[in-house]
């Protein structure tokens, strides 16, 4: 369900461009894109200079649920509800700080001369 709310809570879907690129008669060319967290699909008619013609969306049974039930607000507060537990955030650039506040003056340290940040 997860990957559910966060289509709905981020305001946009992962799109993946699957397929060919069809050319119909009248010159207009269909593109279908598949959303990578949910599965939705999603069909443009474009012409060649770029300008959108139709868009039509498929959305799953479960996805079409959350619609229902959930605006985005409702969405973003289910997220922040289920967050994360310590064990799963391991990413090397986050990592959970407690009982320090961000510093609000300058940075103690000292660009180069070739711009890169020295200690």
Same mark, same amino acid.
């Given at each position: 369900?997860? +990957?559910?709310?966060?289509?709905? !809570?981020?305001? #946009?879907? !992962? @799109? ?10 009248? &010159?207009? =060319? /269909?593109? #279908? ?12 008619? @474009? +012409? ?5 013609? #139709? ?8 996805? +079409? %649920?959350?619609? &229902?039930?959930?605006? /985005? ?11 994360? %537990? +310590?064990?799963?955030? &391991?990413?090397? %650039? ?6 320090? /506040?961000?510093? =609000? ?11 890169? @940040?020295?200690?």
């Amino acid at each position: 369900m997860r +990957r559910y709310v966060l289509c709905r !809570a981020l305001s #946009t879907h !992962a @799109w993946d461009l699957i397929g060919a690129i069809v050319v119909l008669k009248d &010159n207009a =060319r /269909r593109l #279908t894109f598949v959303c990578a967290r949910c599965g939705s699909v999603r069909q443009d008619k @474009w +012409r060649p200079n770029g300008v959108q013609l #139709t868009r039509s969306y498929r959305h799953d049974k479960l996805y +079409r %649920s959350l619609l &229902n039930e959930h605006d /985005r607000e409702g969405a973003r507060a289910l997220v922040v509800s289920e967050g994360k %537990s +310590r064990s799963e955030g &391991n990413h090397p %650039s986050l990592r959970l700080v407690q009982g320090k /506040r961000a510093s =609000r003056g300058k940075s103690k340290r000292k660009r180069s001369k070739d711009r890169r @940040w020295v200690a």
